[in-house]
């Protein structure tokens, strides 16, 4: 990220809700309405899991959409973070879930019971 963008409000909001929140999902629509189909498996994936997590809607404004892709220079979203880390986008959530990587990373971050 260059200086310049780091003085955004859209990255120092960003910065602020990754900051604020244990698991913060970057999608399309909200966690009870998605509006794109990988906004949905990273949704439904968590939900199965029991994670509380905040759904940010990037669809609500132009800078915050690119604006997330310019913070952790990821070209695709949804994207989620937990505990301030980027985790990954649809795809990746989807394979650590598949694997059980996704439930022993979230176990041991402290956001779900073992």
């Known amino acids: ?25 970057f999608m399309k629509g909200v966690p009870d309405q998605p509006r794109c189909g990988f ?6 994936i968590l939900d199965h899991l029991g994670v509380e997590f905040v759904g940010v809607d990037v669809l609500q404004d132009d800078d915050l959409r690119q604006g997330i892709k310019t913070f952790t220079d990821w070209p695709t979203i949804p ?33 779900i019971a073992a």
């Open 1 to 25: 990220m260059t200086d310049a963008a780091a003085s955004s409000p859209a990255l120092d909001f960003i910065a602020k809700t990754v900051a604020d929140h244990p698991v913060v999902v």
């Open 39 to 44: 906004s949905s498996v990273v949704v439904q």
């Open 79 to 111: 994207q989620l973070y937990v505990k301030g880390e980027f985790v990954g986008g649809s795809d990746i959530v989807r394979e650590m879930f598949q694997s059980g990587e996704l439930k022993t990373f979230l176990t041991e971050q402290g956001v």
